[in-house]
């Protein structure tokens, strides 16, 4: 090989090596940053690309007046989709017939987020555009998954922090106090369900025992330590049923599990409900009331098995500090989300009862 030829060799292989060496070190974000730029220049070239690299696609305005601010919540339906129009996930239970994923025992209704440290970076800034009503389709970038908590933040079930994802998104009310609005929401529930209304019976705590409506007598009081078994249907206030021990009923609402023992929930009563309860959140959705563990069971749930004796029919709703919290109970899309208020229709069974209805039969 003469001179030439051999310092044309090695030019091109410092080339080749010089490319192989600049690819290796392209980050992650470059690389998602260059197909995001790509993506809006095919099909969105008036997209509104800001600083952060969230990216605008559209924005119409609502009819509230109030955009949320820092930890300020909002309720927001939402769809998201990767950049080839694959949909991940949606709070739309139609589309998600349409898309043959509809999943019964999945909840469908808005998601509330808080604009705090636990909601990813893209999310806060994207709904923090947003009023009441207000319609939005955006680019959250992977750069923009993470929250300043620290952690992995709050999500929703379709985001991919490796990729960009588009989210359509609708808002809508903006909350500013959660414990007015819970206050507030929890009358308008008392009046619109009930006839007469049941009023509080503690802050933001509504009772009422079908079977003993002036309180139950003395004589049929239960001893404490004595163990009592329960007929629950829990649900969220616009009639999502997220557990139930009662069979048929887990069937009408699609969820029955044939792994799940449908017998009555077995509490052991006590003095105060405030011995029966622990601060409320469980490892799993199955006990999400406490069905194995006592020590889980919330606080709403047990104040209200103090107001019933045998064979009561009772009814209980009330705001998230006597449920399962800021936190919620959900996984996977299933269970309680964040500050849900709840409700629970009850029926405490007979002694040794494992029938539901409970027997007449004492």
């Given at each position: 090989?003469?001179?030439k030829?051999?310092?044309?060799?090695?030019?091109?292989?410092?080339?080749?090596?010089?490319?192989?060496?600049?690819?290796?070190?392209?980050?992650?974000?470059?690389?998602?940053?260059?197909?995001?730029?790509?993506?809006?220049?095919?099909?969105?070239?008036?997209?509104q690309?800001?600083?952060?690299?969230?990216?605008?696609?559209?924005?119409?305005?609502?009819?509230?007046?109030?955009?949320?601010?820092?930890?300020?919540?909002?309720?927001?339906?939402?769809?998201?989709?990767?950049?080839?129009?694959?949909c991940?996930?949606?709070?739309?239970?139609?589309k998600?017939?349409?898309?043959?994923?509809?999943?019964?025992?999945?909840y469908?209704?808005?998601?509330?987020?808080?604009?705090?440290?636990?909601?990813?970076?893209?999310?806060?800034?994207?709904?923090?555009?947003?009023?009441?009503g207000?319609?939005?389709?955006?680019?959250?970038?992977?750069?923009?998954?993470?929250?300043?908590?620290?952690?992995?933040?709050?999500?929703?079930?379709?985001?991919?922090?490796?990729h960009?994802?588009?989210?359509?998104?609708?808002?809508?009310?903006?909350?500013?106090?959660?414990q007015?609005?819970?206050?507030?929401?929890?009358?308008?529930?008392?009046?619109?369900?009930?006839?007469?209304?049941?009023?509080?019976?503690?802050?933001?705590?509504?009772?009422?025992?079908?079977?003993?409506?002036?309180?139950?007598?003395?004589?049929?009081?239960?001893?404490?330590?004595?163990?009592?078994?329960?007929?629950?249907?829990?649900?969220?206030?616009?009639?999502?049923?997220f557990?139930?021990?009662?069979a048929?009923?887990?069937?009408?609402?699609?969820?029955?599990?044939a792994?799940?023992?449908?017998?009555?929930?077995?509490?052991?009563?006590?003095?105060?409900?405030?011995?029966?309860t622990?601060?409320?959140?469980?490892?799993?959705?199955?006990?999400?009331?406490?069905?194995?563990?006592?020590s889980?069971?919330?606080?709403?749930?047990?104040?209200a098995?103090?107001g019933?004796?045998?064979?009561?029919?009772?009814v209980?709703?009330?705001?998230?500090?006597?449920?399962?919290?800021?936190?919620?109970?959900?996984?996977?899309?299933?269970?309680?989300?964040?500050?849900?208020?709840?409700?629970?229709?009850?029926?405490?069974?007979?002694?040794?009862?494992?029938?539901?209805?409970?027997?007449?039969?004492?």
């Amino acid at each position: 090989m003469n001179l030439k030829l051999k310092i044309l060799f090695f030019c091109l292989a410092a080339l080749v090596l010089f490319a192989c060496a600049k690819e290796k070190t392209e980050s992650v974000r470059e690389v998602q940053e260059r197909i995001l730029d790509a993506y809006i220049q095919s099909n969105w070239p008036s997209a509104q690309k800001l600083e952060s690299g969230l990216t605008i696609l559209n924005l119409t305005g609502g009819y509230g007046l109030v955009r949320p601010g820092a930890n300020d919540g909002i309720y927001i339906h939402y769809n998201t989709y990767t950049l080839n129009g694959i949909c991940q996930s949606t709070t739309d239970s139609l589309k998600a017939r349409m898309l043959g994923t509809y999943d019964p025992s999945l909840y469908y209704g808005p998601t509330l987020f808080i604009l705090d440290a636990t909601t990813i970076v893209g999310l806060r800034e994207l709904f923090g555009k947003m009023n009441q009503g207000a319609t939005a389709t955006a680019i959250i970038p992977p750069w923009l998954t993470t929250s300043t908590s620290g952690g992995s933040g709050y999500s929703t079930r379709g985001q991919q922090a490796d990729h960009n994802m588009i989210y359509e998104v609708k808002a809508g009310v903006v909350i500013g106090d959660i414990q007015r609005y819970q206050t507030d929401s929890l009358e308008m529930y008392s009046i619109m369900h009930f006839s007469p209304r049941i009023d509080s019976t503690a802050r933001d705590y509504y009772f009422r025992n079908f079977t003993h409506p002036s309180g139950v007598p003395a004589a049929d009081t239960i001893v404490s330590g004595t163990a009592v078994g329960v007929w629950y249907v829990g649900r969220l206030l616009d009639g999502y049923v997220f557990d139930t021990n009662i069979a048929d009923t887990a069937k009408k609402y699609k969820i029955y599990n044939a792994s799940k023992d449908y017998t009555p929930l077995r509490v052991t009563m006590r003095d105060s409900y405030l011995d029966m309860t622990s601060s409320g959140s469980s490892s799993s959705n199955d006990e999400a009331i406490g069905s194995v563990d006592e020590s889980s069971l919330i606080a709403g749930f047990v104040r209200a098995l103090k107001g019933m004796t045998y064979k009561d029919k009772a009814v209980a709703f009330f705001s998230s500090d006597w449920g399962y919290g800021a936190n919620g109970n959900m996984s996977s899309g299933k269970g309680v989300p964040q500050y849900a208020m709840l409700r629970f229709d009850m029926q405490m069974a007979h002694k040794d009862d494992k029938q539901y209805p409970p027997t007449r039969t004492k």
